[in-house]
């Protein structure tokens, strides 16, 4: 059973992963719409930037996904060895 600080954690991380989204989507697909001396133009980066993010997080998770496997196969290589 999910306890009560459970269900406060899972919303909070909820919440902020749809914060994430409504931010990120208003940047990438309201904001090439809207003059460049507009105020709202302060609150958000360059759009370079709206490709650059995503771009390194996927090679950072891909990066950390395959040290994971690699050492995986590491350790299974090591105990086959020493079972024989």
Not at 6 to 14: H, I, T, Y
Not at 19 to 35: A, C, E, G, K, S
Not at 44 to 68: N, Q, T
Request: aromatic content about 12%; overall charge positive; cysteine-free.
């Amino acid at each position: 059973m999910a306890t009560g600080l459970d269900q406060v954690v899972g919303m909070a991380m909820m919440s902020l992963g749809s914060l994430i989204f409504i931010y990120y989507t208003l940047w990438v697909v309201l904001l090439p719409f809207v003059d460049a001396d507009h105020v709202i133009q302060s609150y958000f980066p360059d759009r370079m930037y709206a490709m650059l993010i995503p771009v390194v997080a996927g090679v950072l998770a891909l990066l950390v996904i395959g040290s994971f496997i690699f050492v995986i196969l590491l350790k299974k290589r090591a105990s086959e060895k020493k079972s024989k």
